[in-house]
C-alpha cells in the first residue's frame, strides 16, 4: 500500500475488550496513525460489530409461524409477530378501542394500537373529555349547596365548613354549635344588600360592635396589624407583620374591639404563645405573606368574638381593620369595613409594574378613593356566601392608599388552606422549635422575640 492511501486508526483488540465494561466512556485515541489493511480479520471484527440472530435453528424461517418460537424463545416484536400471523394486518389488529364510545360529552374518538385518543369540543377537557362544562353546575346558584360545592361523578355534592354538618336534604349545612364559625349572631342593623355598596377601609364606615367578630388586634409597643381568628386558639394574619427584623412580636391579642380608645366590655386579651411564619415567605416581593398565631389560653366565643371559616373557593369580599384611614393619616379607632370587587388578574397586572403572583389577588376601584391601609395588614377579607362569611384574603400590601388606578393587593386563602391545616396541627401538636410537615418547614418564634 503506497503512501498516498488512506491512513486508518485501529484500535487494538485489547481496548475494544476495555470498552465493553465502561459503558457510556469516552476514549482519547492517542494511537499514531498507522498503514494497515482496510477490513479487521473476523476474529477482530466480531468484537466490534454484533446482530441478533434471524432464527434459532436451520430454515426457521421458512416454518411456519409460531407464537411460542417467535415471541417467547426470541425478543418479541412486529418483525417476528408478523411470522407468526404472516398477514400485515392480523398482526397490527387489536380491536377497536372506540367501539365503546368511550370519549364524552360528543369528543370523537380515534382509535390507536393498543389505546384510543379523543377530541374533545369546546368547552372539555381529559383523557374522555370529562371535565369541562359539567362543572358549571356548580357555577349556578353554587349547585344549590349552602357551602362548598364540587362534581362527583357527574353529580353536584355539597359538603360544609369545619364545625357544620350536612343536613339530611344533602344541600343545607347546620350545626349544633352556638357559636359557630362565620354566622354573625347580633347585629345592629339588618344584613342587607346595602352591605355590597361598602367600600374599602380608606372612606369605608364603622363596622358595628358583633358584624366583625373575628377582627383581632395583634398588639405591641410600636403599632399593631390585623388578624382573623380561625378557632379558639389560632389567629390568622400577614408574615410581613412578623417579619421586620425590629419588630417584637406581639405578646398579646385582643378580640371583641370596636373602640381602642374606648374599653366597652366585651373585649378579651390572651397573650401569644407562638407564632408560625410561612417557611417560603419573601419580603421583596410578599410571596406567600402568611403567618399563625397560636395563643396560650383558649379564647371563648360570644356575640362579639367569632372565627371565620375557610373557604374552598374564592369570592368577592369585605375588608375590616383599625388601619389608616388616609395614606399619611393617623389610624382609626374605630374598627372600620368596605365591600370590595374582585378585580380580575389581567386587569391587576396591568396596574402595576410590581409582581402579582399566583397565591395573591387584587380588589378594590379603579378610580372611587376607597382601599385598605397601613395598619389593616393582616386583617381579614371575608367574603358573605348565604349566611355564613368566609376568610378569603389576608390583607398583604398596595401602593399608597387609595391612589387611583391601584388596588389593594391581597393574600389568597384558598391557596393555604392545606398549609393553614398543616399548620394548626403544628401549633397544637408540638412545642419544637422546628418542625417538618406535608408543606414543607415552619419556622416558629416564641413571642418577645425579635422576627425573622
Not at 377537557?125 to 362534581?151: P, T, Y
Not at 374599602?200 to 358595628?208: A, K, L, S, T
Not at 379558639?232 to 405578646?251: F, K, R
Not at 376568610?391 to 393587593?409: D, N, Q
Request: aromatic residues 10%.
Amino acid at each position: 500500500m503506497s503512501s498516498s492511501c488512506h491512513q486508518i486508526l485501529q484500535l487494538p483488540a485489547a481496548a475494544f475488550s476495555e470498552a465493553k465494561h465502561c459503558g457510556s466512556c469516552s476514549f482519547l485515541l492517542n494511537h499514531s496513525c498507522v498503514l494497515s489493511p482496510v477490513f479487521l480479520d473476523d476474529q477482530e471484527a466480531s468484537q466490534v460489530l454484533t446482530r441478533r440472530r434471524r432464527a434459532n435453528s436451520f430454515f426457521e424461517e421458512i416454518k411456519k409461524g409460531n407464537k411460542e418460537r417467535e415471541c417467547v424463545e426470541e425478543r418479541c416484536d412486529w418483525e417476528e409477530a408478523r411470522e407468526i400471523f404472516e398477514n400485515q394486518e392480523k398482526t397490527v389488529r387489536n380491536g377497536d378501542a372506540c367501539v365503546s364510545f368511550p370519549c364524552a360529552h360528543g369528543g370523537t374518538c380515534k382509535d390507536g394500537i393498543g389505546s384510543y385518543s379523543c377530541y374533545c369540543q369546546e368547552g372539555y377537557k381529559g383523557f374522555n373529555c370529562e371535565i369541562g362544562r359539567l362543572l358549571r353546575l356548580c357555577e349556578n346558584r353554587n349547585g344549590g349547596c349552602e357551602h362548598f360545592c364540587s362534581i362527583d361523578k357527574g353529580n353536584v355534592r355539597c359538603s360544609c365548613a369545619d364545625g357544620y354538618f350536612l343536613a339530611s336534604n344533602d344541600k343545607s349545612c347546620d350545626s349544633s354549635e352556638p357559636f359557630k364559625c362565620g354566622a354573625i349572631v347580633t347585629t345592629n342593623e339588618k344584613i342587607s344588600a346595602q352591605r355590597a355598596a361598602l367600600t374599602r377601609i380608606v372612606n369605608g364606615e364603622d363596622c358595628p360592635p358583633g358584624e366583625c367578630p373575628w377582627q383581632v388586634v395583634p398588639l405591641d409597643n410600636q403599632g399593631f396589624c390585623g388578624g382573623t381568628i380561625l378557632n379558639e386558639y389560632i389567629i390568622l394574619t400577614a408574615a410581613h407583620c412578623m417579619n421586620h427584623s425590629d419588630y417584637i412580636l406581639p405578646a398579646s391579642v385582643h378580640q371583641g374591639e370596636f373602640d381602642t380608645m374606648v374599653n366597652e366590655g366585651r373585649e378579651a386579651v390572651h397573650k401569644v404563645d407562638a407564632v408560625i411564619v410561612h417557611y417560603n415567605y419573601k419580603p421583596v416581593t410578599y410571596h406567600n405573606d402568611i403567618a399563625l398565631i397560636k395563643l396560650a389560653t383558649p379564647i371563648t366565643f360570644s356575640s362579639y368574638i367569632l372565627p371565620a371559616c375557610l373557604p374552598e373557593a374564592d369570592f368577592e369580599g369585605l375588608v375590616s381593620g383599625f388601619g389608616r384611614i388616609g395614606e399619611g393619616r393617623q389610624a382609626s379607632s374605630i374598627l372600620q369595613r368596605l365591600a370590595v370587587p374582585y378585580v380580575d388578574r389581567q386587569t391587576c397586572m396591568e396596574s402595576t409594574n410590581l409582581r402579582i403572583t399566583q397565591r395573591m389577588f387584587c380588589a378594590g376601584f379603579d378610580t372611587i378613593a376607597k382601599d385598605a391601609c397601613q395598619g389593616d395588614s393582616g386583617g381579614p377579607h371575608v367574603t358573605r356566601y348565604g349566611d355564613t362569611y368566609f376568610v378569603t384574603g389576608i390583607v398583604s400590601w398596595g401602593e399608597g392608599c387609595a391612589r387611583k388606578g391601584k388596588y389593594g393587593v391581597y393574600t389568597q386563602v384558598s391557596k393555604f388552606v392545606r398549609w393553614i391545616h398543616d399548620g394548626i396541627a403544628t401549633l397544637t401538636a408540638s412545642e419544637k422549635e422546628v418542625h417538618t410537615c406535608f408543606s414543607g418547614t415552619f419556622r416558629v418564634q416564641s413571642p418577645g422575640t425579635k422576627g425573622f
